[in-house]
């Protein structure tokens, strides 16, 4: 898939319901100050932290798609708003952000990275002492969610179990998961149950 491409027809109703879904999530999983910075890791169009954004101090939103990123900072500068922000990064190629967060968030993103160990580290890396990192992803499947694709390469979801013991071993605390959100998706005319959970540690 080119996220490129992708980027200007993404904002889909389901996606933008999907998205309100999982902010909901959030912000029920964590306490959220008003002085926090948050981050969002592959942000595509932004659709989760549209409704996040005044929950924080600041938001800085990363993705490796430029067109994902451009889509963003075009709806940042229609509705106004002034403590978000949009770049193009790609953490696993060693581009730093020069500042720490107390939040990071990610949704429906870990499972397209192959070496998920490396991504853990460097978010962790990223959070202030005691900030949190919360993961929103598909529960472990039988690759049917990504079949129609045929440069996918990542993961068919996770085991929830076997991705808590990862983030253990990256030094998070207390870990804890739950199924959030269920729904099903149409491949070649066929309807597939998936469900998301989210993962959240403490550094």
């Given at each position: 898939?080119?996220?490129?491409?992708?980027?200007?027809?993404?904002d889909t109703p389901k996606r933008t319901?999907?998205?309100?879904?999982?902010?909901?999530?959030?912000?029920?999983?964590?306490?959220?100050?008003?002085?926090?910075?948050?981050?969002?890791?592959?942000?595509?169009?932004?659709?989760?932290?549209?409704?996040?954004?005044?929950?924080?101090?600041?938001?800085?939103?990363?993705?490796?798609?430029?067109?994902?990123?451009?889509?963003?900072?075009?709806?940042?500068?229609?509705?106004?708003?002034?403590?978000?922000?949009?770049?193009?990064?790609?953490?696993?190629?060693?581009?730093?952000?020069?500042?720490?967060?107390?939040?990071?968030?990610?949704?429906?993103?870990?499972?397209?990275?192959?070496?998920?160990?490396?991504?853990?580290?460097?978010?962790f890396e990223l959070l202030n002492e005691?900030?949190?990192?919360?993961?929103?992803?598909?529960?472990?499947?039988?690759?049917?969610?990504?079949?129609?694709?045929?440069?996918?390469?990542?993961?068919n979801g996770f085991n929830q179990k076997?991705?808590?013991?990862?983030?253990?071993?990256?030094?998070?605390?207390?870990?804890?998961?739950?199924?959030?959100?269920?729904?099903?998706?149409?491949?070649?005319?066929?309807?597939?149950?998936?469900?998301?959970?989210?993962?959240?540690?403490?550094?």
């Open positions: 898939m080119d996220f490129n491409i992708e980027a200007l027809n993404w319901q999907r998205a309100k879904a999982v902010a909901d999530k959030i912000i029920k999983a964590i306490e959220i100050k008003q002085s926090y910075k948050g981050m969002e890791f592959g942000c595509g169009t932004g659709l989760v932290s549209f409704n996040l954004y005044d929950k924080f101090q600041a938001l800085t939103l990363i993705d490796t798609s430029s067109g994902m990123i451009d889509v963003v900072n075009s709806k940042i500068r229609e509705f106004g708003i002034t403590n978000m922000e949009a770049v193009t990064v790609d953490l696993n190629d060693g581009h730093a952000l020069d500042e720490k967060f107390d939040v990071i968030y990610t949704s429906m993103v870990l499972h397209h990275i192959v070496d998920t160990e490396k991504i853990l580290n460097n978010l005691n900030g949190y990192l919360c993961i929103v992803d598909i529960d472990e499947e039988d690759g049917s969610f990504h079949s129609e694709e045929k440069d996918f390469n990542g993961h076997e991705l808590a013991e990862q983030m253990k071993l990256v030094g998070f605390k207390g870990v804890e998961s739950n199924i959030i959100y269920s729904d099903v998706k149409n491949i070649r005319g066929v309807n597939k149950e998936y469900s998301l959970f989210l993962m959240k540690g403490k550094k």
